[in-house]
């Protein structure tokens, strides 16, 4: 039977875990533009674009992620749709962080002050015109400090593409806990590896919540 030092372990966790930041980073940088074009459908005038952003985002959000998971691969194999694993689990998150992202950021947007919009009308200024250049770029600047915190439930929520045999930090975990029978020590680092990867975000998160609410504290 092979033996596993604790540096074997580490090292294989750690190459596991190259594959978890780069699925949240996937799954990020995807969700961050579908969920800006789900946004704008949201927030838009006409009322059919705003009710299929609205049925999007319930669907995504009132559903499990690992049943998202589940259909991806698994919906699309029965219909004669080879789906690697690795293609499943990004699409999965892509459209799952969209759903959120979009929401967070539509609460900003409505967080504005209508007298932004009534100012901005009155230079007849568009709507588009308005969101580009008066609404959006104030909302941005509030959606920073929960869009960094979210950030964070994608790396956490990559763990679960491991259901669905995508090789991330918590598929090599059980992995190497079946090969060395040492649940505590394997899944110990593994929650470790997590906490290096999620603690940081989480400090970037409550340190931009502050700086940038500052000026509203008065």
């Keep these: 039977m092979m033996t596993f030092t604790l540096w074997d ?38 009322r059919w674009m705003r009710r299929i952003a609205w049925a999007f985002i319930e669907l995504f959000q009132g559903t499990p992620l690992l049943m998202q998971l589940f259909l991806t691969f698994f919906g699309l ?7 690697p694993a690795w293609l499943a689990a990004g699409s999965a998150l892509i459209l799952w962080s969209a759903a959120f992202l979009a929401e967070i950021w539509r609460g900003c947007v409505e967080s504005i002050n209508r007298g932004q919009w009534e100012a901005s009308a009155s230079l007849a200024m568009g709507y588009a015109q308005q969101m580009r250049h008066v609404v959006l770029p104030q909302a941005m600047r509030i959606a920073v400090a929960p869009t960094v915190g979210f950030a964070v439930q994608i790396v956490k929520s990559t763990a679960l593409t491991s259901i669905i045999g995508f090789t991330e930090l918590s598929k090599a975990s059980t992995v190497i806990t079946n090969a060395t029978f040492d649940p505590f020590t394997v899944y110990g680092m593994a929650a470790a590896i997590y906490f290096i990867l999620c603690w940081p975000l989480s400090r970037a998160s409550l340190r931009l919540e502050r700086k940038l609410n500052a000026p509203h504290r008065h």
């Design 77 to 83: 194999s029965l219909a004669g749709i080879d789906v």
């Design 9 to 46: 372990i580490v090292r294989n966790l750690l190459l596991a875990a190259r594959w978890t930041v780069l699925l949240a980073v996937v799954a990020f940088a995807g969700g961050a533009l579908v969920g800006l074009a789900v946004l704008m459908m949201r927030v838009s005038r006409p």
